[in-house]
T-cell receptor
Framework: GENVEQHPSTLSVQEGDSAVIKCTYS??????FPWYKQELGKRPQLIID?????GEKKDQRIAVTLNKTAKHFSLHITETQPEDSAVYFC???????????FGKGTTLSVSS | NAGVMQNPRHLVRRRGQEARLRCSPM?????VYWYRQLPEEGLKFMVY????????ESGMPKERFSAEFPKEGPSILRIQQVVRGDSAAYFC???????????FGEGSWLTVV
């Protein structure tokens, strides 16, 4: 089955800096790659996703890149703010009847 | 449009008791997923169901855990004879179909004492 590795497990940045979180996946058939943000005690919420027919997607300060050949994808957050502090999870799935498999998460701390 | 509804939000059980967690998917969603999150750990896939069918239960422990999604009513995750290691947050998510975005409920926090 699919296996998703995520790095780093913790990331501390100063407000205004950029943050990058990287994930690799094992199943070359995977074609859907979402990112979720989870604040303490709350549910994971989708922040951005990308499908395998696209190499990059951007939404304001957040961007995701995908390299299918290398089987890795990354989340980029620019101009970080304290409210970006949370745990971020990457995930991967293939379309045909399988569930999302998540990485172990990255705890991002943005200090002002 | 109400989101994914889970109840109870918090549940305390003594060792050996049974825990039942319920999940009502978003309106129009026929796919339900259950994930377990241990303290300071990731989201571990447990089971994926459609109405009256288990599609993938590869993440479910072999014993004591079961899940169903009946034709009528919510999906239920059942844990029999709970042990302290079952203490975790259990998240349900739903989607309208394969390969689509999944939306999480607020979670059910199980504490076994």
């Amino acid at each position: 089955g699919e296996n998703v590795e995520q790095h780093p497990s913790t990331l501390s940045v100063q407000e205004g800096d950029s943050a990058v979180i990287k994930c690799t996946y094992s199943d070359s058939a995977s074609n859907y790659f979402p990112w979720y943000k989870q604040e303490l005690g709350k549910r994971p919420q989708l922040i951005i996703d990308i499908r395998s027919n696209v190499g990059e997607k951007k939404d304001q300060r957040i961007a995701v890149t995908l390299n299918k050949t290398a089987k890795h994808f990354s989340l980029h957050i620019t101009e970080t703010q304290p409210e970006d502090s949370a745990v971020y999870f990457c995930a991967a799935s293939i379309q045909a009847g399988t569930a999302l498999i998540f990485g172990k998460g990255t705890t991002l701390s943005v200090s002002s | 449009n109400a989101g994914v509804m889970q109840n109870p939000r918090h549940l305390v059980r003594r060792r050996g008791q049974e825990a039942r967690l319920r999940c009502s998917p978003m309106k129009g969603h026929s796919h339900v997923y259950w994930y377990r999150q241990l303290p300071e750990e990731g989201l571990k896939f447990m089971v994926y169901l459609q109405k009256e069918n288990i599609i993938d239960e590869s993440g479910m422990p072999k014993e004591r855990f079961s899940a169903e999604f009946p034709k009528e009513g919510p999906s239920i995750l059942r844990i029999q004879q709970v042990v302290r290691g079952d203490s975790a947050a259990y998240f349900c998510a739903s989607s309208p179909g394969d390969g689509n975005t999944i939306y999480f409920g607020e979670g059910s926090w199980l504490t076994v004492v």
